[in-house]
């Protein structure tokens, strides 16, 4: 390891300041509480037991007997008949698809309680990301409405239906429009209702509407070669990528795939063939793939057009009307060498843009066609349908609902009342229309203002199917009937436009065996049970072809120069972001809690949005972290807590979206602040960047932050090298020099012939993304405790992923005047990911300190915990070097003042019955899913055989997108972890300790051109 690094996890480690010292005094920051316990608070309450027993009572069988019976059941009986495909105790599979990409649910007695990636699906292979992991906990969501609504009054399904088609059949005489707005509209037999429906009533249309909106790109293909699509980028076969803004790994189009196809040129293979690709980031705020890159160059929005235009004319060596140089000199020199290396790169170099102006799109375009990306790692000719939305056209429908040319709109999976940049105006629209029906599952922003809410299926209880990309499609199968008495949109859209199909069932398998299977060679009942199997079906790719980019540029240079000259500071401004997270996305999943808990990637912070600003630029305002904000840009003004976060661009912040709801329901109502309304519409596109102006409310407001909550009192923890160092000497700084001296223990050793269970991490293929998290809460039953307990350094997370900063304390910028932690090298820091998990020490400092044997080493080299037997001394945790340990303060799952997350009669129907729930005072920490384990050996066992390697996949190593997380025998040399950990780059975390932790890390390798860093 690079003896000149200095890791911190945040400002107030990295200052030691006395509120950071004094909260680290002591392993937790609040005693017991145990005035409120004895004085009938806690342990004599009554309301945790009687919610407890309605769970059990009426929650259960309901939604158990909802999977098995065609009309809900509302009497709570046991089961009179046992379905033949139900078997108490064994979970049933069944495929689906979730955003396009193929999963399986996991079933327990009729009960939905997992979600994972399908291992043939060909986005995530078996992998999938955060909000899909967490899914599942929308079905149980209690805010869902249980009938459909009526002018605000429930209804049924015959009056709404009569009410529907008396409108449509009065708009239809009098010849006036009618709009469907609806999320992209990807799936093949949705779209065929909507013909039908249209060719129903005529005056119909579909917008295709997305909040997050890829317009720009769609356009500029459309503009330079023909081809209105959104390509399918390969970054696998990269070996150059410059990125502008684009957050491919985190948020931008297909970032699964991506993280897949990125890793695959830096994992553990790559590097033991000596080969490894370069990813350049230019940015303003510190993005999940900026923290990545192994070059990132802080730029403000103002900046980005220009930086393209540099880059271009350097490619080219050619000069754009117009040019000027960039007055970045940092980021002009980095341009200038970035050029050098995609050139060097040609036909193996890739150049992507998150901007969604059409400009520089087309800009984009012209430098890609330059590098001979296109045919390589850009592909037009198998794009992706998943966004197709276009802004203008949209504007245009509100402008038309203005016009009072518009008698009846249908909203599917939309909220534009909400994420429309102006609300106030689309409102305003929809008030002079005739017939407004809603198909969402809740009252939101935009159902509310609706006559008709047609309450809609959750995804888990629906039909369908879905095109994420060209030649690709994924069936979607109900795992459970519907719990409530709701109606798939679909089904709704055929009845009203009296389809002689009114099944929704029977019309997707219609269209399936009519127009898809014959595609790959299926027909009849045994292709479509065949579908329903497999969840997907592939067509053969259209070999993709060259593009030459031959349109004149000078308009379009003209064209960015100006908008960077619109969007740039002075003195009185400020340059402001929206971006957004993989937790919250567009907002339409506020509502679940554990995405609100699950940290953002980069801050580490929990439930709320804030204002990322530099700490420089910060330190020039005289602004603190926390500080509120009041923030204008536009028409808008809203008030947000200030985050301190280092390598965000001078002059600029950053605000999320997502956030700001006021219709979610109990858990996302009122969760930070809505950003929607700082999106600018210009040159026909939704565009994230503009001026603003800031201004202090004097206010403080403390954000629920995790990233310094387990400190490790800078030890040394984080080991990595460059990739010239490591091609030299590939074990140069796995630290093992370092310890070199003779141990000592005080345990006898053990053997363990058969199993003995370890893992391996990759901090070169782990990007922090998050999914490990949340996958290990659904499988382990891991509680919400919401923001103020997250405040009380009291999350319960089994796996965290601690963020480190760094930079080189031998810079030249960091002299003796100009200490580290006076803030001035605070720009170009570097991230380093760690997920951090108990380490299932062979010396567990844990045990020996325990006074009632609640935690004991097993025969296979796991460190259990016997929950029944803990009485909550803490006494493990404060031993524990990792602090991997969490203490339930409270009955999160059965307590009343958690209602809002998980104490109610549907939530706690998603907790897996194979993981017990902790009560208050015990203690635990991950177990390495030893229920599966335990599954998995049962099933060897029952089939005669050996386990095989691979066959027992934790939670978190199954969701991984990039193969960062192996599990296995450690027993066997054949085994893939095995052969992992006796890499050259494993070193074990406090190895000096001599714990014998079970968890090897691999050594994060950057490929830094040392000019360019």
């Known amino acids: 390891m690079e003896s000149n690094k200095k890791y911190w996890k945040g400002l107030e480690e ?31 309450a009554k309301t945790p037991r009687r919610d407890f027993l309605k769970a059990l009572g009426f929650g259960v069988g309901a939604v158990t007997l909802a999977a098995c019976q065609k009309v809900p059941v509302h009497k709570s009986i046991p089961y009179l008949i046992k379905p033949e495909e139900v078997t108490p105790g064994v979970a049933n599979y069944y495929t689906s ?25 060909l986005i995530g292979r078996g992998a999938i990301d955060a909000p899909g992991q967490t899914s599942v906990l929308d079905l149980y969501d209690i805010s869902r409405l249980q009938n459909p609504l009526l002018n605000k009054d429930e209804s049924s399904w015959d009056m709404i239906d009569g009410f529907v088609t008396k409108e449509l059949a009065a708009i239809a005489a009098g010849g006036k429009k009618i709009r469907i707005v609806s999320s992209t509209v990807h799936s093949p037999s949705t779209q065929a209702v909507i013909a039908a429906f249209t060719a129903k009533y005529p005056t119909t249309k579909l917008i295709n509407y997305d909040p997050i909106s890829y317009t720009g790109i769609i356009q500029a293909n459309q503009n330079s070669f023909g081809k209105a699509v959104l390509p399918h980028y390969h970054f696998e076969k990269a070996d150059v990528i410059v990125s502008f803004g684009a957050d491919f790994l985190g948020t931008w189009i297909s970032p699964v795939e991506f993280m897949r196809q990125w890793v695959t040129n830096r994992n553990n293979a790559s590097l033991e063939n000596k080969k490894m690709s370069r990813h350049i980031q230019f940015e303003a705020g510190m993005s999940l793939t900026g923290t990545n890159a192994d070059t990132r160059v802080p730029i403000k929005p103002s900046e980005e057009g220009l930086a393209l235009v540099n880059l271009y004319n350097a490619i080219s060596g050619t000069a754009l009307p117009g040019s000027k140089p960039l007055s970045n000199k940092a980021a002009a020199n980095s341009i200038a060498l970035a050029a050098k290396e995609l050139t060097a790169a040609k036909g193996r170099a ?24 296109y045919g390589t790692t850009i592909d037009l000719d198998n794009p992706y349908f998943k966004y197709a939305g276009n802004d203008a056209e949209f504007v245009e429908f509100v402008n038309e609902m203005k016009r009072g040319e518009i008698d009846a709109v249908f909203f599917l999976d939309s909220n534009p009342a909400y994420d429309y940049f102006n609300a106030k105006d689309f409102t305003q629209a929809l008030a002079k229309v005739r017939l407004k029906v809603s198909f969402s599952d809740r009252s939101d922003e935009t159902s509310s203002l609706c006559q008709v809410i047609a309450t809609n299926h959750n995804y888990l209880e629906a039909w369908g199917d879905s095109n994420a990309f060209a030649g690709y499609y994924t069936i979607v199968q109900p795992a459970i009937n519907p719990v409530y008495n709701s109606r798939q949109a679909e089904q709704s859209f055929l009845i009203w436009a009296n389809n002689p199909v009114k099944d929704y069932y029977a019309f997707v398998r219609n269209n399936w065996e009519t127009n898809l299977l014959p ?3 299926l027909s009849g009942q045994g292709g479509w049970e065949t579908l329903l199997q497999k969840g997907l079906i592939k067509t053969a790719d259209v070999p993709a072809t060259t593009y030459t980019f031959n349109k004149d540029l000078s308009g379009i240079a003209q064209s960015i120069i100006n908008h960077s000259n619109q969007l740039a500071a002075n003195g009185n401004t400020i340059e402001l972001q929206v971006y957004p997270t993989i937790n919250m996305g567009e907002g339409k999943r506020a509502n679940n809690p554990w995405l609100q808990e699950l940290p953002d990637s980069v801050s580490k912070v929990t439930w709320d949005n804030y204002a990322a600003i530099s700490p420089t630029y910060a330190e020039k305002l005289g602004i603190k972290e926390g500080n509120v904000l009041k923030v204008t840009s536009g028409n808008h003004t809203v008030e947000l807590p200030v985050l301190i976060q280092p390598g965000q661009a001078q002059q600029t912040i950053s605000v999320a979206l997502g956030y700001g709801r006021t219709s979610s329901g109990k858990v996302g109502t009122g969760v930070g602040k809505n950003a929607f309304p700082f999106l600018t519409f210009k040159n026909g596109t939704f565009q994230g960047s503009a001026q603003a102006t800031i201004s202090a409310t004097g206010d403080v407001y403390n954000l629920a932050q995790t990233q310094t909550h387990h400190s490790v009192e800078g030890r040394n923890i984080i080991r990595e090298t460059s990739f010239n160092k490591y091609l030299k000497d590939p074990s140069s700084a796995n630290g093992r020099h370092e310890s070199e001296h003779k141990t000592y223990t ?5 053997n363990r012939p058969e199993y003995n269970w370890v893992m391996a991490i990759d901090l070169n293929s782990c990007t922090g993304c998050g999914a490990c998290v949340a996958a290990c809460n659904v499988e382990n039953n891991v509680p919400v405790v919401g923001r103020d307990e997250v405040r009380r350094r009291r999350e319960m997370h089994w796996i965290r992923i601690d963020r480190y900063y760094s930079f080189k304390e031998g810079n030249e910028s960091v002299t003796e005047e100009k200490e580290i932690n006076k803030l001035d090298n605070m720009d170009n820091v570097s991230v380093v990911y760690q997920p951090m998990l108990c380490q299932h020490c062979d010396h567990a400092p844990c045990e020996t300190v325990c006074p009632v044997l609640a935690t004991v080493h097993s025969s296979e080299g796991l460190n259990h915990m016997a929950y029944n037997r803990c009485v909550g001394t803490r006494y493990c945790a404060n031993n524990c070097p990792y602090k991997v340990r969490r203490f339930n303060w409270f009955n999160y799952w059965n307590d009343s003042r958690f209602d809002n997350y998980l104490n109610n009669e549907h939530t706690q129907l998603v907790l897996n019955p194979d993981v017990t729930t902790r009560f208050r005072g015990v203690m635990e920490k991950c177990t390495m899913c030893i229920q599966r384990i335990q599954g998995g ?13 691979g066959e027992i996949k934790t939670a978190c190593q199954q969701t991984c997108p990039t193969n960062a997380i192996i599990f296995g025998n450690v027993n066997d040399p054949d085994s893939e972890v095995a052969k992992l950990l006796k890499s050259e780059r494993t070193y074990y975390v ?7 932790p079970g968890i090897g890390y691999q050594v994060k390798v950057r490929n830094v051109n040392e000019t360019l860093a």
């Open 14 to 44: 990295l200052n030691n300041s006395p509120e950071f010292v004094e909260m680290n005094k002591s392993e937790f920051a609040e005693p017991l509480p145990i005035e409120e316990i004895l004085s009938g608070a806690g342990l004599m």
């Open 97 to 121: 698809s979730y955003n396009g990409q193929s999963i399986l649910v996991k079933t327990r007695e009729g009960r939905p309680i997992k979600i994972e990636g399908n291992p043939d699906d």
């Open 937 to 949: 050996k049962l099933k060897a066992k029952l089939d005669q055989r050996n386990l095989k390697d």
């Open 990 to 996: 406090l190895e000096e300790l001599n714990v014998q």
């Open 746 to 750: 005080l345990w006898p050793e053990y």
């Open 519 to 521: 595609k790959v060679g």
């Open 350 to 373: 890739l150049v992507v843009c998150g901007s969604n102006d059409v400009a520089m799109q087309v800009l984009t375009n012209a430098i890609n066609s330059l590098l001979g990306s």
